[in-house]
């Protein structure tokens, strides 16, 4: 199975960036469509990029297009998701997830996830 791994998560100001990344361990990485979710406490999960297995095509949540980037390095097994002028209530906790079919923004269609990086906006 394949094992996902985040790390670039931590305290930022309002306005400020980061880049989170996601190592896959999974030899075949190619073959996922990776994608990148949320979580706030109390509130649901909820989709914000994904990238085909290619790298060819993306798409956003329109409530971060213009600002965020998701990218991958299939050579190295990791996608990437740059963050630019954050806001507070983008606190959440940031997941990497892998799909063996979809360029998907539902959770079910996800087959695999990491453990999350917890991303702190401050005012």
């Known amino acids: 199975q394949v094992q996902l791994v985040e790390s670039g998560g931590g305290l930022v100001q309002t306005g400020g960036s980061l880049r989170l990344s996601c190592a896959a361990s999974?030899?075949?990485?190619?073959?996922?469509?990776m994608g990148w979710f949320r979580q706030a406490p109390g509130k649901e999960r909820e989709f914000v990029a994904v990238?085909?297995?290619?790298?060819?095509?993306?798409n956003y949540a329109d409530s971060v297009k213009g600002r965020f980037t998701i990218s991958r390095d299939n050579a190295k097994n990791t996608v990437y998701l740059q963050m630019n002028s954050l806001k507070p209530d983008e606190t959440a906790v940031y997941y990497c997830?892998?799909?063996?079919?979809?360029?998907?923004?539902?959770?079910?269609?996800?087959?695999?996830w990491g453990q999350g990086t917890q991303v702190t906006v401050s005012s």
């Open positions: 997830a892998a799909s063996t079919y979809y360029s998907s923004t539902y959770v079910r269609q996800y087959n695999y």
């Open positions: 999974e030899r075949t990485f190619s073959l996922y469509a």
């Open positions: 990238i085909s297995r290619s790298g060819g095509s993306t």
